[in-house]
């Protein structure tokens, strides 16, 4: 068995910045994010603004304003601004795009089985059928990339969805190589990048995919409700908003952005999330979230009698990490979602600590997040009293 990795020195100041409860070790940054108190600060002038007057914030130079936004963030993360919008969410910019692609049925749409869930849904609902690729969790880019090629099939295929970071196994993707692979064949690709703005060094353009979407507000330290949703040139005038509001004529990305009286603040408040990590130093923050989670996974992992030496490797610098739990297996995907929901709430109320916990194949996977406000005493304390509470 290898040593445990050292875990990172501190950012100095960078737990300052988050106004998260001390009682409680938030080792979940990965599914909600968490927003650095300047950027609730600014946001909240924004809301402050609207109150003071309305009429004013709606009517004059509200459009300019997003767009303000919406080309300092795409500008980030390598996103052509002409072809980024701002959406509310993922789950949006997914349906924005089934939307546009106008599916029904007798189309295919593939995804693997490392999709977030909601996608699922989102694809029945179009009428199309689903194709799941299984990818085992320890599968090389090889393989994962041969696996998608294999299951597309021109005519039928409509698309393919493919995580860039996965929700339920924290593993990354090759999405440049399966863009590659799938270039020439007329079937878009449309990845799902819900984690990946500010956790992987990210160039949106430089993956090569059709359609991406990403949130803002996990790693990108923007308010929750801050999505990127990138078009190809080809695509761009056959976007369809799922809501048409006063922007419809200006097409996109404006006709999908403007969605009446919304709370735009949320947008308006995400540069100060991108000037709080530009501060930080994005690529130390990343080494740091990436060296703190798998010092996180090391220690949790011996704890619980797994030999850390096999566990999966995540497929790249990721700063969430799995460790399998020993012990369990669920015919019925019911009731691991059920074990998960339990397990992962009784570790929140009685070891005062949150953690993701996914159900995958009928195993439960307890993912942890690493952020710049964590330390490795959290991971550890949570390793002493976990194996108790699981026997
Ligand atoms: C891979 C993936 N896709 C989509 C989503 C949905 O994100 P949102 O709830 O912000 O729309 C998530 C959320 O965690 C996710 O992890």
Redesign the pocket.
Known sequence: MTSAPSPPEPLPGARLLFSLDPAIAYLNH??AGAVPVPVQRVQQRLRDEVDANPQRFYTRGLYERIAHARRHIAGFFGADPDGTALVA????G?AVVLHSLGLGTGDEVVTTDHR?G??DYAVDGTGATRRTIPIPLDAPTGKIVAAVRDAVTPGRTRLVVV?L???STARLFPVAEIAQALRGTGIPLLV?G??APGSIALDVDALGADFFVG?V??WGFAPRGT?ILTVPPAWRNRIRPLVRSWADPDGYPANVEYGGTLDYTPWLAAPTGLFTLRTLGPERVRAHNVALARYGQHVLATALGVDPDTLPDPGGPVPMRLIPLPGNGFADPTAAVTAAVALRDRIADELRTEVAVNPWHGRLLLRVSAQVYNRPEEYERLAQRLPALLR
């Open positions: 990965g599914s969410n993922t789950t949006v997914i977030y909601t996608v995580d970071v996965a929700s799902d819900a984690h949130n507000h996990k999505a």
